[in-house]
T-cell receptor, first 112, second 109 residues
């Protein structure tokens, strides 16, 4: 079983729709992250959480929100999707003091 | 602000040739540097970190604070090394990793 699971794997949505991407982990890690990957831009940080009650904006948080429902779950929401949010989204986890991330397999989101 | 620069989008070499993937960073403090790799149809995974000074799959990387670089090297490339490579930096304190834009390594037979 995968230890960092992202759902859905692929999603096509329309402009203006609200969509939620989910991430769950069985690693027991306290830290969780959301990144988006775009060709030529690498991975850019959207939000990160060091604890259930500790959520922080990354470099590109506009248009996104997150929820840390439990230590093992970290969801990313697009309140009103727009085409330039079309990307591959990755969830990652780590434990405090260790930047060896464990990544999920990614969610490919297309906004039409 | 911290930044990681990988100047090459694509590096193509022949099997058995030496490989050097470049990474430069900007950060005023003492960074921790990492290399992550993403093989085709696999997840992004940690390859090595500068603190451990290890060699993984024949790859090494040395942190050069004077040149603010952390280049990834391998003396003899193998076809299975073909992948996307990302350099990443963490700063002291609470921040998450900052990734470079990535370099695709193609090792031709």
């Amino acid at each position: 079983d995968a230890d960092v699971t992202q759902t859905p794997r692929n999603r096509i949505t329309k402009t203006g729709k609200r969509i939620m991407l989910e991430c769950s982990q069985t690693k027991g890690h306290d830290r969780m992250y959301w990144y988006r990957q775009d060709p030529g831009l690498g991975l850019r940080l959207i939000y990160y959480s060091f604890d259930v009650k500790d959520i922080n904006k990354g470099e590109i948080s506009d248009g996104y929100s997150v929820s840390r429902q439990a230590q093992a779950k970290f969801s990313l929401s697009l309140e009103s999707a727009i085409p330039n949010q079309t990307a591959l989204y990755f969830c990652a986890t780590s434990k405090t003091g260790d930047y060896g991330y464990t990544f999920g397999s990614g969610t490919r989101l297309t906004v039409v | 602000a911290q930044r990681v620069t990988q100047p090459e989008k694509l590096l193509s070499v022949f099997k058995g040739a030496p490989v050097e993937l470049k990474c430069n960073y900007s950060y005023s403090g003492s960074p921790e540097l990492f290399w992550y790799v993403q093989y085709s149809r696999q997840r992004l995974q940690l390859l090595l970190r500068h603190i451990s000074r290890e060699s993984i799959k024949g790859f090494t990387a040395d942190l050069n604070k004077g040149e603010t670089s952390f280049h990834l090297k391998k003396p003899f490339a193998q076809e299975e090394d073909s992948a996307m490579y990302y350099c990443a930096l963490s700063s002291t304190g609470r921040r998450a990793l900052t990734f470079g834009s990535g370099t695709r390594l193609q090792v031709q037979p």
